[in-house]
């Protein structure tokens, strides 16, 4: 995910969680190999140029809305979009980045099984970032399809499959609710998708998960 290095905050947090060392050194070193193959393809001036233009990313098309706020599939995107600061939003965004990462290393430190821990690495890496666009949340492909493989083979918790539905519906949809004001979904989705992950792990370490699929509500 080096190509944008926003979406790969938690994946070395992940591995260091689980003791990957292995895992994270390869990915290391595949970074590396990447971007100096890249330096060595299209020389320095891209790398600069890339560099250059963080600030004015942020300041400009993050905070300033150069790219409308409601395009913004986050907690960021949505506090800008209802007129909120950048001050509260940059908070709100770090409180929502704070939940993710706990989730992650919470997951990725047990032994519960790859499924539950790609969801939440997957799930983590959109919610970190205040930068996510429409584009951007096909990632929402994994940690749908990885939760519904656990449902599958060990029943569904309640309400799970609503939440599995609902993360369907496309994230640029928003409801109306004035002449200037939207609610997005994306975000909703997120923090109740990574709940219902979070839900679907603890219910693994109580080993409540022995019981036959069909014991669980649908």
Not at 3 to 19: G, H
Not at 69 to 93: C, D, E, H, P, R
Request: proline share 6%; no cysteine; glycine share 6%.
């Amino acid at each position: 995910m080096t190509y944008k290095p926003q979406f790969a905050i938690l994946i070395p947090l992940a591995l260091i969680s689980a003791r990957r060392w292995r895992a994270f050194a390869a990915t290391a070193v595949s970074a590396i190999v990447f971007a100096a193959a890249s330096l060595a393809v299209f020389g320095a001036s891209t790398w600069r140029a890339f560099i250059g233009s963080i600030p004015f990313t942020q300041k400009i098309v993050l905070e300033h809305g150069a790219v409308n706020f409601s395009m913004l599939q986050t907690i960021f995107g949505a506090i800008k979009m209802w007129g909120g600061s950048v001050n509260v939003a940059y908070s709100l965004q770090a409180v929502v980045a704070i939940y993710a990462a706990a989730a992650v290393i919470w997951i990725w430190q047990s032994g519960r099984p790859f499924a539950l821990k790609g969801a939440a690495l997957a799930i983590g890496s959109l919610m970190v970032s205040p930068y996510v666009l429409q584009y951007d949340l096909v990632l929402l492909a994994l940690p749908i399809a990885w939760l519904a493989m656990e449902g599958y083979e060990k029943g569904f918790l309640p309400y799970e499959k609503a939440v599995l539905s609902v993360a369907w519906i496309p994230p640029r949809i928003s409801v109306p609710v004035s002449q200037s004001a939207r609610i997005p979904i994306a975000p909703i989705v997120m923090i109740a998708l990574m709940a219902a992950i979070i839900r679907r792990a603890s219910y693994r370490e109580s080993g409540a998960d022995r019981q036959q699929p069909g014991h669980f509500s649908a």
